[in-house]
């Protein structure tokens, strides 16, 4: 769930959200257990090659990855600023791109500066820094100035600082938990939120930033629960803030499995007809699966079949241009491959193929290897019952 927001890394975060490291550690192995080599589907079925999935996004926008490019190329950030302008109040797109956006500015820092030495570092002093100059040719890489710039010459501009406060976010839950970095960055990243929902009351987009910050944070529930009516007042129904809300009521946030399942089947309980908030018990369960399983079958259980098809039927019954849906599709994906359903999970990959920004991959070491992994496992299970590279599977 983080990495909708890592991004969702997640991943992805990307992302999309912070599990405990030994999860991250056990799905990095799953990922790099040989079962890449086993199975070389891409030629065979048309699937993108392992080195050309994209990390940034679930699945595709052409327009926001065009604004993405420019910004990395040029460091311009004009052509985002007006995608999100007229992003308008789609608001679960809104999230989406924002979220992306100050994901891709985060991973481009941070590879700048582990590319870009500072003098310091070079004679053996420690310490890096990165150039924000304004002139593009002064710089050797791209290092997400085009952000900063954004910031300081529109801030008066919703986007530029909706996006700034979640790269803030990202930062922040980069650091390690109970550091004096992990607390300043995300009591920063708080305020902007703050700053953001004053510059356009109607927009949710800041509140979800700012339930990330009170999960990691460890907000008391009473808190939390203030921020929440206001997400709800603006947005009731709004997919990606129940995702950023089920893991503060998560275990690995400032509740228990119990409460996560509560709000979880609670929300897909009194979902309208057309939204995607039935699969959200699915990602309750991915929130609190075992660290290591010794329940033989357990993807096979009555809980895993029923959070599975409440998610089938929710990716069915919304639009197919839904921006969430990737989301659900994906964690759908790795969940049947689990359960050893293979046709369907290849249903459900051949949607989002390309794309990797998404739960479960934002949460492993890299997010395309570990996707590959159970693309190649889907395929090879698939085979084995029959199906080939030839057979239908939409």
Same mark, same amino acid.
């Given at each position: 769930?983080? *990495?909708?927001?890592?991004?969702?890394?997640?991943?992805?975060?990307?992302?999309?959200?912070?599990?405990?490291?030994?999860? =991250?550690?056990?799905?990095?192995?799953?990922?790099?257990?040989?079962?890449?080599?086993?199975?070389?589907?891409?030629?065979?079925?048309?699937?993108?090659?392992?080195?050309?999935? +994209?990390?940034?996004?679930?699945?595709?926008?052409?327009?926001?990855?065009?604004?993405?490019?420019?910004?990395?190329?040029?460091?311009?950030?004009?052509?985002? &600023?007006?995608?999100?302008?007229?992003?308008?109040?789609?608001?679960?797109?809104? #999230?989406?791109?924002?979220?992306?956006?100050?994901?891709?500015?985060?991973?481009?820092?941070?590879?700048?500066?582990?590319?870009?030495?500072?003098?310091?570092?070079?004679?053996?002093?420690?310490?890096?820094?990165?150039?924000?100059?304004? !002139?593009?040719?002064?710089?050797?890489?791209?290092?997400?100035?085009?952000?900063?710039? #954004?910031?300081?010459?529109?801030?008066? @501009?919703?986007?530029?600082?909706?996006?700034?406060?979640?790269?803030?976010?990202?930062?922040?839950?980069?650091?390690?938990?109970?550091?004096?970095? %992990?607390?300043?960055?995300?009591?920063?990243?708080?305020?902007?939120?703050?700053?953001?929902?004053?510059?356009?009351?109607? !927009?949710?987009?800041?509140?979800?930033?700012?339930?990330?910050?009170?999960? *990691?944070?460890?907000?008391?529930?009473?808190?939390?629960?203030?921020?929440?009516?206001?997400?709800? =007042?603006? *947005?009731?129904?709004?997919?990606? *803030?129940?995702?950023?809300?089920?893991?503060?009521?998560?275990?690995?946030?400032?509740?228990?499995?119990?409460?996560?399942?509560?709000?979880?089947?609670?929300? &897909?309980?009194? &979902?309208?007809?057309?939204?995607?908030?039935?699969?959200?018990?699915?990602?309750?369960?991915?929130?609190?699966?075992?660290?290591?399983?010794?329940?033989?079958?357990?993807?096979?259980?009555? +809980?895993?079949?029923?959070?599975?098809?409440? /998610?089938?039927?929710?990716?069915?019954?919304?639009?197919? @241009?839904?921006?969430?849906?990737? %989301?659900?599709? %994906?964690?759908?994906?790795?969940?049947?491959?689990?359960?050893?359903?293979?046709?369907?999970?290849?249903?459900?990959?051949?949607?989002?193929?390309?794309?990797?920004?998404?739960?479960?991959?934002?949460?492993?070491?890299?997010?395309?290897?570990?996707?590959?992994?159970?693309? /190649?496992?889907?395929?090879?299970?698939?085979?084995?019952?029959?199906? %080939?590279?030839?057979?239908?599977?939409?």
């Amino acid at each position: 769930m983080e *990495a909708l927001f890592l991004l969702i890394a997640l991943a992805v975060l990307f992302g999309v959200v912070v599990v405990p490291a030994m999860r =991250r550690r056990r799905l990095a192995r799953e990922a790099a257990g040989g079962h890449l080599t086993a199975v070389s589907p891409e030629a065979a079925y048309g699937f993108v090659p392992v080195d050309e999935l +994209d990390v940034r996004l679930p699945g595709p926008d052409p327009q926001l990855v065009d604004a993405l490019d420019e910004a990395r190329v040029r460091q311009d950030w004009e052509k985002l &600023a007006q995608l999100l302008a007229l992003t308008g109040d789609e608001w679960e797109l809104r #999230w989406q791109r924002v979220q992306s956006a100050a994901g891709a500015a985060a991973k481009e820092l941070a590879q700048a500066r582990q590319a870009t030495p500072s003098p310091d570092a070079a004679a053996g002093a420690g310490g890096d820094t990165v150039s924000f100059t304004k !002139d593009p040719a002064s710089a050797a890489l791209p290092d997400a100035r085009w952000l900063r710039e #954004w910031r300081a010459e529109s801030p008066q @501009d919703p986007s530029a600082v909706q996006v700034y406060a979640q790269f803030l976010v990202w930062q922040g839950l980069a650091e390690a938990p109970g550091t004096d970095a %992990h607390r300043i960055i995300l009591e920063e990243a708080r305020t902007v939120c703050r700053e953001a929902a004053a510059l356009a009351d109607a !927009d949710p987009t800041p509140y979800l930033s700012e339930l990330l910050v009170a999960r *990691a944070l460890g907000d008391r529930p009473a808190d939390f629960e203030a921020l929440w009516s206001e997400v709800v =007042r603006r *947005a009731p129904h709004h997919m990606g *803030a129940h995702l950023a809300a089920l893991t503060y009521w998560s275990e690995n946030g400032c509740g228990s499995k119990k409460q996560a399942d509560a709000f979880a089947q609670s929300a &897909a309980a009194h &979902a309208p007809q057309g939204s995607l908030l039935p699969a959200l018990p699915l990602f309750a369960l991915h929130e609190h699966l075992p660290e290591v399983n010794l329940v033989r079958g357990l993807y096979q259980s009555a +809980d895993v079949e029923r959070a599975i098809e409440a /998610a089938e039927f929710a990716v069915d019954q919304v639009e197919d @241009d839904h921006p969430v849906r990737p %989301h659900v599709l %994906h964690l759908l994906f790795g969940m049947l491959v689990r359960a050893e359903r293979y046709e369907e999970a290849l249903q459900a990959v051949v949607v989002v193929d390309g794309y990797v920004g998404a739960l479960p991959w934002a949460l492993t070491a890299d997010p395309a290897a570990s996707y590959a992994a159970y693309r /190649a496992l889907a395929v090879a299970g698939w085979e084995s019952s029959g199906g %080939h590279s030839r057979s239908p599977l939409r």
